[in-house]
Nanobody, 124 residues
Framework: QAQLVESGGGSVQPGGSLRLSCAAS????????MGWFRQAPGKEREAVAI????????YVADSVKGRFTISHDNAKNTVNLQMSSLKPEDTAIYYC?????????????????WGQGTQVTVSS
């Protein structure tokens, strides 16, 4: 059974850091494009960071560039999102997603597998 399980969300003060992890299992193991998306209240879901394992490509949204870093642990088949200098506008539910794709993509409609989401709240 394909499964993505996120962990690491929580509450933090502005300027703080959090690290999100997503463990992939089952059919997701063949996925070569993995990413983090987020959805804030009243807003559409957006791509935050993508990593394409087939070509060592990463994408990071302009809104988080320089603060967020995406990485992949081959041994554990996890994708991680290191978030630093967090701002209140980073508050959202963060979702891990995966797909086997011929090219990197930020289009959420391409993604076959999704985690359940983890809440990140940035507030003083």
């Amino acid at each position: 059974q394909a499964q993505l399980v996120e962990s690491g969300g929580g509450s933090v003060q502005p300027g703080g850091s959090l690290r999100l992890s997503c463990a992939a299992s089952g059919y997701t193991y063949s996925s070569n494009c993995m990413g983090w998306f987020r959805q804030a209240p009243g807003k559409e879901r957006e791509a935050v960071a993508i990593i394409y394992l087939g070509g060592a490509y990463t994408y990071v949204a302009d809104s988080v560039k320089g603060r967020f870093t995406i990485s992949h642990d081959n041994a554990k088949n996890t994708v991680n999102l290191q978030m630093s200098s967090l701002k209140p506008e980073d508050t959202a539910i963060y979702y891990c997603a995966a797909v086997h794709s011929p090219v990197p993509t930020q289009d959420e409609s391409w993604y076959d597998y999704w985690g359940q989401g983890t809440q990140v709240t940035v507030s003083s």
